[in-house]
Each structure stands twice: as structure tokens, then as C-alpha cells.
């Protein structure tokens, strides 16, 4: 406790004699403590400048490396796109080439065709080598379907073949991902 009562013993002469100097030279007190203000505002002006040039370091390096991301994304995305116009021009070739050839399609009508038996007057004979209705399948559901009705079946089997092509196609290269 005497030590205590030691420490604050000093500090009160300390201060006392600090009063005793600023009242006998008030304004050579008032200039050191301006000048004492001055510095330490100096030196926080210092660590704000250098403060502010490392975040425009950081700043700029960011930026740099912000760039090289964007320059590698519009890579990424101008070879996705030129693999999916490719993808998508082998899909429409192997499109209108299915179009095209509709020689299964032909050839299904023509084996399918219904025809009259010889001895019953149910329907005229078709041209081809079709099947023909038997007296006994008479009393059976029978589904006749035209042609155009088979031509536009086999179009949208067409479209749905070469768009499932082109979906997987598209997953192949990693473009997509399937459904889940």
C-alpha cells in the first residue's frame, strides 16, 4: 500500500510542477502542446497515405486477376458456343438426312396397308403388299390410320430423335447436364 500511495505521491508532484510551468510560461506550454498535436496528426496523415497505397496495390492486383477471370470466362464461353453451333449443325444434318430418307416410313405403310379378303366385301383391295382383314378378326377392334396421320408421326419422331441427339451431344462435351 506504501508503494501505491509512493507512485501517486510522485504523479501529484509531477503534475503539480507540470501546472506551475504552464502558468509561469503559458505560451511556450500552449506552442509544445501545438506542436506535440502537429506531429501526432502528421503521423496518422502517414499511416492513412500508406494505408490507402496498399488497398491501391491490392486494388490493382485484384483488378488484374478480375480481368484474366473475365478474358478466360468469354474464352470459355466463345468455345462453348462454337461447340454448340457444331453440335447443333450435326444435329440438324442428321435431322433433314432422317427427313429425307423415309424409305422405313414408306415401307411400313406398304407392308401395313389394309386389304379384302377374297371372299367379303369389307373394304377395297389397296394397292401393295399390304395385309388383309380376315372374316375372323370382323368382330375385333380394327384402327386404320392414314397416311398423312403416319407421315407426321414419323416427322415428329424425326424432330424428337435429333433433338434427343443434340441434347446428348451437348452433355458429351460437358455443355449440359441431364436431367436428374
Same mark, same amino acid.
Given at each position: 500500500?506504501?508503494?501505491?500511495?509512493?507512485?501517486?505521491?510522485?504523479?501529484?508532484?509531477?503534475?503539480?510542477?507540470?501546472?506551475?510551468?504552464?502558468?509561469?510560461? $503559458?505560451?511556450?506550454?500552449?506552442?509544445?502542446?501545438?506542436?506535440?498535436?502537429?506531429? @501526432?496528426?502528421?503521423?496518422?496523415?502517414?499511416?492513412?497515405?500508406?494505408?490507402?497505397?496498399?488497398? #491501391?496495390?491490392?486494388?490493382?492486383?485484384? !483488378?488484374?486477376? @478480375?480481368?484474366?477471370?473475365?478474358?478466360?470466362? #468469354?474464352? /470459355?464461353?466463345?468455345?462453348?458456343?462454337?461447340?454448340?453451333?457444331?453440335?447443333?449443325?450435326?444435329?440438324?444434318?442428321?435431322?433433314?438426312?432422317?427427313?429425307?430418307?423415309?424409305?422405313?416410313?414408306?415401307?411400313?405403310?406398304? =407392308?401395313?396397308?389394309? !386389304?379384302?379378303?377374297?371372299?367379303?366385301?369389307?373394304?377395297? $383391295? /389397296?394397292?401393295?403388299?399390304?395385309?388383309?382383314?380376315?372374316?375372323?378378326?370382323?368382330?375385333? =377392334?380394327?384402327? =386404320?390410320?392414314?397416311?398423312?396421320?403416319?407421315?407426321?408421326?414419323?416427322?415428329?419422331?424425326?424432330?424428337?430423335?435429333?433433338?434427343?441427339?443434340?441434347?446428348?451431344?451437348?452433355?458429351?462435351?460437358?455443355?449440359?447436364? /441431364?436431367? #436428374?
Amino acid at each position: 500500500m506504501s508503494w501505491a500511495l509512493a507512485i501517486l505521491r510522485i504523479g501529484w508532484s509531477g503534475l503539480s510542477w507540470l501546472r506551475d510551468t504552464a502558468k509561469r510560461y $503559458p505560451w511556450q506550454v500552449a506552442l509544445i502542446v501545438a506542436l506535440a498535436l502537429c506531429w @501526432w496528426l502528421w503521423s496518422g496523415k502517414t499511416d492513412a497515405l500508406n494505408q490507402r497505397d496498399a488497398a #491501391k496495390t491490392e486494388l490493382a492486383g485484384a !483488378r488484374a486477376d @478480375w480481368a484474366k477471370q473475365v478474358a478466360a470466362a #468469354k474464352a /470459355a464461353t466463345a468455345s462453348a458456343e462454337h461447340k454448340s453451333q457444331e453440335i447443333a449443325q450435326d444435329a440438324q444434318t442428321t435431322h433433314d438426312a432422317l427427313l429425307a430418307d423415309n424409305a422405313g416410313l414408306r415401307y411400313y405403310i406398304a =407392308a401395313h396397308r389394309v !386389304r379384302q379378303s377374297a371372299g367379303t366385301s369389307a373394304a377395297a $383391295p /389397296a394397292e401393295g403388299d399390304g395385309a388383309e382383314v380376315h372374316a375372323e378378326s370382323a368382330d375385333a =377392334a380394327l384402327v =386404320a390410320v392414314s397416311e398423312a396421320d403416319l407421315t407426321a408421326c414419323d416427322a415428329s419422331y424425326v424432330y424428337a430423335r435429333s433433338a434427343h441427339e443434340w441434347a446428348q451431344g451437348l452433355i458429351a462435351q460437358d455443355l449440359a447436364q /441431364a436431367a #436428374k
